[in-house]
């Protein structure tokens, strides 16, 4: 299987969606790195910034104005949806820039530094209000998940069937990539061991908290981008966030602070693990898709070796 190609985006279309909802005059449309499913530009109009993306998987954005207003509303600094629609087999999302820039291009150390900031804005993301919303899983349109337990969620998640968008056909990764069947295997019943851990909470997952979704100007975290939001257990959130920032004590400043803050979080290690498991299982067939075999390699061992420390 080759790696995923995101959708080819002609600047002309750009300019049109752009006119249709601010009017003419954008400047400086520049096509933009990261975003592994998207395809990206940011513009500026009558002085602001702004980021327009465009995917080719089918409510791609769907979600994406609730989950703008419920953030930015509550203090979150995420950037507000201000366009959203489909042409052609596109989907697009037009959203305020945020200042700065991807917290990866920054170094091991000013990463670092930024780790304490980044924990108390996780912890404040984590426990937001979602109103009246309900269910578990993938946040919808109407802000509530679409699976009434965690269980239901994460069984969805790892399905064989998977009608359209990016899984589809996933096993097949199985026979034409790295993804090893018995690993995948032993994965998955570490985390059905732990999962029950998770369950009975229910908070605002981002669903990809790490570097490339946090935006620094050096001295401050100026915003949090791009989510696969969720209900569920936040240490979900946690657990991405140690795995990219490996090396860093990212665990252990986590619980200082929720100590610091009176905040008692129960069964912490079985949850982790449960959270480690759910997103390593995902980790490991997103990088055999994309032909990452480092960060395969590296999230196999770890998983493997978890339940042995």
């Known amino acids: 299987m080759t790696e995923y190609e995101k959708p080819t985006v002609d600047i002309t279309l750009v300019k049109e ?17 990261g975003g592994n499913l998207s395809r990206v530009f940011s513009f500026n109009h009558a002085g602001k910034g702004y980021v327009i993306k465009f995917s080719d998987l089918e409510g791609a954005y769907a979600a994406e104005i609730f989950v703008s207003d419920l953030l930015s509303n509550q203090g979150i600094p995420f950037p507000r949806c201000i366009g959203h629609g489909k042409t052609g087999d596109l989907e697009y999302s037009m959203m305020e820039r945020m200042d700065g820039r991807n917290l990866a291009d920054f170094s091991a ?14 912890t404040r993301l984590n426990h937001i209000d979602p109103g009246t919303t309900r269910g578990y ?47 995948f ?10 999962s029950h851990y998770n369950e009975p909470h229910r908070y605002f997952i981002h669903g990809d ?21 969720a209900y569920g257990d936040f240490l979900v959130d946690l657990a991405t966030l140690d795995r990219h920032m490996d090396g860093q004590n990212v665990v252990q400043a986590y619980q200082d602070h929720q100590e610091q803050a ?6 912490f290690t079985e949850r982790l693990k449960g959270a480690y498991y759910f997103k390593g299982l995902d980790g490991l067939r997103f990088y055999a898709k994309m032909g ?9 061992n770890f998983l493997l070796g978890l339940d042995k420390s």
């Not at 969606?17 to 790195?33: D, V």
């Not at 908290?209 to 939001?229: A, E, K, P």
């Open 292 to 300: 990452w075999r480092n960060a395969y390699d590296h999230t196999r």
């Open 185 to 194: 295997d032993e994965i998955y019943s570490r985390l059905k061991a732990y």
């Open 137 to 183: 899983g993938w946040i919808g349109p109407s802000g509530n998940g679409g699976f009434p337990t965690w269980k239901d969620y994460w069984e969805s998640v790892y399905a064989e069937e998977q009608a359209g968008g990016f899984w589809e056909n996933w096993y097949a990764l199985f026979h034409n990539t790295c993804l090893e069947k018995e690993v």
């Open 209 to 229: 908290f790490q570097q490339w979704n946090i935006l620094s100007d050096g001295s401050r975290i100026t915003g949090i981008l791009d989510c696969n939001c």
């Open 109 to 122: 150390e000013e990463q670092r530094r930024r780790l304490p900031e980044l924990i108390r804005i996780l």
């Open 262 to 267: 009176g905040i008692v979080i129960r069964d």
């Open 17 to 33: 969606i752009i006119s249709e909802h601010l009017g003419h005059g954008a400047a400086e449309i520049t096509p933009m790195e």
